[in-house]
């Protein structure tokens, strides 16, 4: 398949580990903060958001914090699958626009 | 329910040739978005529908880069002529209402473009 992206960060973790992705953000003024994963040659796939006003929220196998007062955003993900291995993008939404960092890929060994 | 649909998967083009990519959203999808991703590098909006009203096309290349949704449901991305830096893939994603903060987007699998 297609390489999303060549140069990215690359976590790697044994499948059953848990996986945290880190994502910085610079507007103090977005809405939602969002995570998207991205297989190669596919678009991205929603995982889960955040509202501004929380600090955590929980999905099936994933949980997203969000520090304010740093400005950091994280992805954790338990149990890690081989069906996790992806480019990982946070955005961040104002309004209407969404805005999307940079990516990090994640390699999970058998 | 389907998804997001593009149409060509893979576009391989010379520079200064034209170009045109095709997106089907979601049925139902008012809100209609088309992002430039180039390689090794997050998604970047080009244009934003809502129904066939232009939102925002402030970073759209407006001298080469055209876009249109006459009907308010699939729209075309045309590149007129491309350069090398245009070498990118091409994501077309589609909202259910009005593209608010709260609401998700879908993408579609994305058109490859190569300029030679």
């Known amino acids: 398949g297609e390489s999303v992206g060549l140069h990215l960060p690359t976590l790697s973790v044994q499948e059953g580990d848990n996986s945290i992705i880190n994502c910085a953000y610079s507007n103090s003024a977005s809405d939602y903060f969002i995570w998207y994963k991205q297989e190669s040659g596919k678009g991205p796939q929603f995982i889960i958001d955040?509202?501004?006003?929380?600090d955590k929220r929980q999905g099936q196998r994933v949980t997203v914090l969000l520090n304010k007062t740093v400005k950091h955003l994280s992805l954790q993900i338990a149990a890690t699958q081989p069906g996790d291995s992806a480019v990982y993008f946070c955005a961040e939404k104002v309004g209407r626009a969404l805005t999307f960092g940079s990516g990090t890929r994640l390699q999970v060994q058998p | 329910e389907a998804g997001v649909a593009q149409s060509p998967r893979y576009k391989i083009i010379e520079k200064r040739q034209s170009v045109a990519f095709w997106c089907n959203p979601i049925s139902g999808h008012a809100t209609l978005y088309w992002y430039q991703q180039i390689l090794g590098q997050g998604p970047k909006l080009l244009i934003q529908?809502?129904?066939?009203?232009?939102?925002?096309d402030s970073q759209l290349p407006k001298d080469r880069f055209s876009a249109e949704r006459l009907k308010g449901v699939d729209s075309t991305l045309k590149i007129q002529p491309a350069k090398l830096e245009d070498s990118a893939v091409y994501l077309c994603a589609s909202s259910l209402v009005g593209g608010g903060p709260s609401e998700t987007q879908y993408f579609g699998p994305g058109t490859r473009l190569l300029v030679l």
């Open positions: 529908f809502q129904n066939n009203g232009v939102v925002d």
């Open positions: 955040i509202r501004s006003n929380m």
